[in-house]
């Protein structure tokens, strides 16, 4: 069964760090380009950046993606953490960039003090 698991999310005070983990089954995350994404309540979904197939990490602005092919295993690193990062965070693996063949469930990310 073909499946993505997103976890890590929950409380975090601004300014803080945050890994949110994106596990595959069914499937190898390698062999896809990896996306993550977000929603705000009210808002539309976003995307936030993502590393193509075979890249071992990419970097933007605060967010750092990486891969672990051992753990079949995408990570999202968020560091200096805003109340405006507050969203559903979604991981999803396609054969580019900008096409989303799966998606996982999602893992909520709320940055409060």
């Known amino acids: 069964q073909v499946q ?3 976890s890590g999310g929950g409380l975090v005070q601004p300014g803080g ?3 949110l983990s994106c596990a595959a089954s069914g499937f190898t995350l390698d062999d896809y380009d990896i996306g993550w994404f977000r929603q705000a309540p009210g ?3 976003e995307g936030i950046s993502c590393i193509p197939t075979g890249e071992g990490s ?3 602005g605060r967010f750092i993606i990486s891969r672990d092919n051992a753990k079949n295993t995408v990570y999202l ?3 200096k953490l805003k109340p405006e990062d507050t969203a559903l965070y ?3 693996a396609g054969p580019g960039c900008s096409v989303q063949r799966y998606w996982g469930q999602g893992t909520q990310v709320t940055v409060s003090s």
Do not use: P
């Open 77 to 79: 690193q968020m560091n």
């Open 17 to 19: 760090s945050l890994r």
């Open 4 to 6: 993505l698991v997103e």
């Open 90 to 92: 979604y991981c999803a």
């Open 43 to 45: 808002k539309q979904r």
């Open 58 to 60: 990419s970097v933007k």
